[in-house]
């Protein structure tokens, strides 16, 4: 009889267990994605060669071309409070016969920003960029000799800017600084021998200040099509000091990449660059590549 009753119990006990796991049998909750951050980066290499015999009649030189890039984006947001970081990094070299090796593409670019939205498309902000490059670059001379005209740091450009964010998507923002001060480095004395404008830095000494300036800074990053994207980015930089048409300096930096697998790409590049202080005319460059392209990341 006890063995009956026990029994018995057990058997209660074990429907009871059941049921109540049934009853609560509720689904469990989605996880919240609790990170702020979205990243991203990207790492490039392209290499290009060009060969002829001695007795090629149509012309040519024999030449060897590489170049790389690195490039990343870091990206918080949470709340009103954003922090948006941007880094690039472009070198070239290419080599032709009978001329050495030269530099084909040199360029150091970082930029960061914290910012508090205001509304929906604008924020207040302030940020910090700066531009550079690796390598020495020279100008070839006419008699086979090459004049020293930039390195690294010099020049070296470091702008701070507070003022308004004007973003309408994630593809597009506009940044309206009217108090951006910033600092030119020179740090090679001997550049001034080959660039009297020493990029503005007075003679003699390493860094120009400009206290009082305005800086306008536009980005965009779209994507054409499934396999075409278009990246631009336009700055703009005036002196209030010395404001004038002449004065006020301009860069436009394109670039157009064509994706043929998952991890090569065809881009294009190019540079339109005004700034009285480096020559009185328009500077620009141009590059087209075909190499592979390795991108990762959680941006969206």
Same mark, same amino acid.
């Given at each position: 009889m006890k063995n009956f009753i026990l029994t018995l119990l057990v058997f209660v006990l074990a429907v009871s267990l059941t049921m109540a796991q049934g009853g609560t049998n509720?689904?469990?909750?989605?996880?919240?994605?609790t990170s702020y951050w979205q990243s991203e980066f990207s790492a490039?290499?392209? +290499?290009?060669?060009?060969?002829? !015999?001695?007795?090629?009649?149509?012309?040519?030189?024999?030449?060897?071309? +590489?170049?790389?890039? *690195?490039?990343?984006?870091?990206?918080?947001?949470?709340d009103k409070i954003s922090w948006d970081n941007e880094l690039e990094l472009l070198f070239g070299i290419v080599r032709n016969e009978g001329e050495g090796t030269r530099k084909s593409n040199d360029r150091?670019?970082? =930029?960061?920003?914290?910012?508090?939205?205001?509304?929906?498309?604008?924020?207040?902000?302030?940020?910090?960029?700066?531009?550079?490059?690796?390598?020495?670059?020279?100008?070839?001379?006419? #008699?086979? @000799?090459?004049?020293?005209?930039?390195?690294?740091?010099?020049?070296?450009?470091? @702008?701070?800017?507070?003022g308004f964010e004007f973003k309408p998507n994630k593809e597009f923002f506009l940044r309206i600084g009217p108090f951006s001060p910033r600092f030119t480095f020179v740090t090679d004395d001997q550049i001034i021998a080959n660039v009297p404008a020493n990029y503005g830095v007075p003679a003699g000494?390493?860094?120009?200040?400009?206290?009082?300036?305005?800086?306008?800074?536009?980005?965009? #990053?779209?994507?054409? !099509?499934?396999?075409?994207?278009?990246?631009?980015?336009? @700055?703009?930089?005036?002196?209030?000091?010395?404001?004038s048409l002449k004065n006020i300096d301009h860069r436009l930096d394109v670039t157009l990449t064509a994706k043929i697998s998952s991890i090569i790409n065809v881009t294009l590049t190019g540079? !339109?660059?005004? =700034? *009285? =202080?480096?020559?009185?005319?328009?500077?620009?460059?141009?590059?087209?590549?075909?190499?592979?392209?390795?991108k990762v990341g959680n941006k969206k």
């Open positions: 509720v689904p469990e909750p989605i996880p919240t994605d490039g290499l392209n +290499f290009n060669q060009a060969g002829f !015999s001695n007795n090629w009649k149509a012309g040519g030189v024999n030449s060897v071309a +590489f170049g790389s890039i *690195i490039a990343g984006k870091a990206l918080y947001q949470k150091i670019f970082l =930029d960061s920003k914290l910012g508090y939205q205001m509304s929906k498309k604008w924020s207040s902000y302030f940020s910090v960029n700066y531009l550079s490059q690796f390598a020495e670059g020279y100008k070839y001379n006419e #008699d086979g @000799t090459k004049s020293l005209i930039s390195k690294f740091m010099a020049p070296g450009y470091l @702008t701070s800017s507070l000494e390493t860094v120009r200040v400009e206290w009082l300036a305005m800086q306008v800074f536009a980005s965009l #990053d779209k994507n054409l !099509s499934e396999n075409l994207n278009l990246k631009s980015r336009y @700055t703009m930089f005036a002196n209030y000091e010395t404001l540079i !339109s660059l005004y =700034d *009285i =202080d480096q020559d009185p005319g328009v500077q620009y460059s141009q590059g087209l590549a075909l190499g592979i392209l390795y």
